[in-house]
């Protein structure tokens, strides 16, 4: 029975994915009505808060009566929790060296310095010892160990900075994260685009199935506006980012499971890691790998996890994008979209999603009430491209006043 902790984002695809694959799945979980209906009832669902730690997981293991085939982190916060599970099972299994260094982001950029992968410069900033800014502006003020772009900001002078890290050290709860660090990661500005890498590995090695462009807000936010995935043999970039990812794994030591890397090409032509992450990636990526590239990173996941292994090789040579489509002012959301009909004419156009409700809050400087609808498209990469960034550009939110009309 594969063990899937904590699943949140990608990780409730994930369940879903596998489920409907007939795998045997144990699923415990502090937030068991995220759940669609048909994992509860094709999965065994269980109570479980991160509080009680792997012993808790050992003894619902126990006391179950189940036999372990793997081990998943469902979700960013849960890697830790999985791999000291999946070591304590006898699976394969991440390190604890190598689940912190994927987690703590100041740990990550030692990691990478020590093993000679270009990674921004950067100093972590405790609420007690925020002076002056330790970078030239523009500089970048994120939290230590938070998930996706949450309190990302880019700072361009002091009252920024100081308000920057003011906020990540005051911020209240944090959406399923239980023991957040309340101190500020501050680094050095690199200039350039930005891309995910993803992949995963098994007892043959790592496989990079994807070279996923991401087309990000405007700053001071670092918003994921919208995603498209690529197979790295049409990418420009294929060969640079696939060899730039195999040196990330190595330098990690991910030696199982899936992997998110987010990395930007510098001024020089060099990529510059950002982040790695040893889960799945969020945003619907995953579906996108799907319907692009052709590999399902959802099965690639769970066959390693089991000592397994699974077709390693993109099966397509056509990209999937996506785009969100946000708000710009906040107001209550009319039910409609402006300029939106074009895109539906073109050959690419798959769908579209909306993931707010008419009359639902909008808010567009928060990450969580920001999102209408995601618009898909799969098609020849520079196509698909285009068309992500001009939905971006041209599609825009209809918002009601009080009296409920349109603006």
């Not at 081990?71 to 599970?85: C, D, K, M, Q, R």
């Amino acid at each position: 029975m594969l063990i899937i902790v904590q699943p949140l984002s990608a990780g409730i695809q994930l369940a879903s994915r596998l489920v409907a694959a007939g795998v045997p799945c144990l699923i415990p979980t502090q937030f068991p009505d995220l759940l669609p209906a048909e994992v509860h009832s094709g999965a065994r669902v269980v109570d479980w808060h991160p509080d009680d730690g792997v012993p808790a997981l050992l003894d619902l293991v126990d006391r179950l009566g189940v036999t372990p085939t793997g081990v998943i982190a469902g979700f960013e916060y849960a890697v830790g929790a999985a791999a000291e599970l999946a070591r304590a099972l006898g699976l394969p299994a991440l390190s604890q060296d190598t689940a912190e260094a994927v987690r703590q982001k100041d740990v990550m950029r030692e990691r990478c310095v020590k093993h000679g992968i270009t990674v921004p410069a950067s100093i972590t900033v405790p609420a007690d010892e925020v002076g002056e800014c330790p970078f030239a502006f523009p500089a970048v003020v994120k939290p230590a160990d938070w998930g996706g772009s949450l309190m990302v900001r880019l700072v361009r002078d002091a009252d920024e900075y100081q308000r920057a890290c003011a906020e990540i050290h005051r911020y209240g709860e944090v959406k399923f994260h239980h023991d957040p660090r309340r101190v500020a990661l501050v680094e050095e500005y690199v200039d350039g685009p930005e891309f995910s890498l993803e992949g995963w590995v098994d007892t043959a090695g790592p496989h990079i199935v994807s070279i996923t462009t991401k087309l990000l807000s405007a700053p001071p936010q670092f918003f994921e506006m919208g995603h498209v995935a690529t197979p790295p043999q049409r990418s420009p970039h294929g060969r640079l980012l696939h060899e730039f990812a195999a040196q990330v794994v190595a330098a990690f030591d991910i030696t199982v499971g899936p992997f998110h890397i987010e990395t930007r090409i510098a001024a020089d032509g060099h990529p510059v890691l950002i982040e790695v992450g040893a889960r799945l990636a969020g945003d619907c990526i995953p579906e996108l790998v799907v319907a692009g590239p052709g590999v399902d990173l959802y099965l690639a996941a769970a066959e390693a996890a089991r000592g397994g292994r699974y077709v390693d090789q993109p099966v397509s040579s056509v990209s999937a994008g996506l785009a969100f489509v946000t708000t710009d002012r906040p107001g209550v959301f009319a039910g409609s979209l402006s300029g939106i009909e074009p895109f539906f004419d073109a050959d690419e156009f798959v769908r579209i999603v909306f993931e707010a409700e008419r009359g639902a809050a909008l808010d567009p400087d928060d990450i969580f009430h920001n999102r209408v609808a995601q618009v898909h498209f799969v098609g020849d990469p520079g196509r698909v491209e285009d068309l992500v960034g001009a939905v971006l550009r041209d599609v825009r939110v209809d918002i009601s006043d009080k009296e409920g009309n349109r603006s």
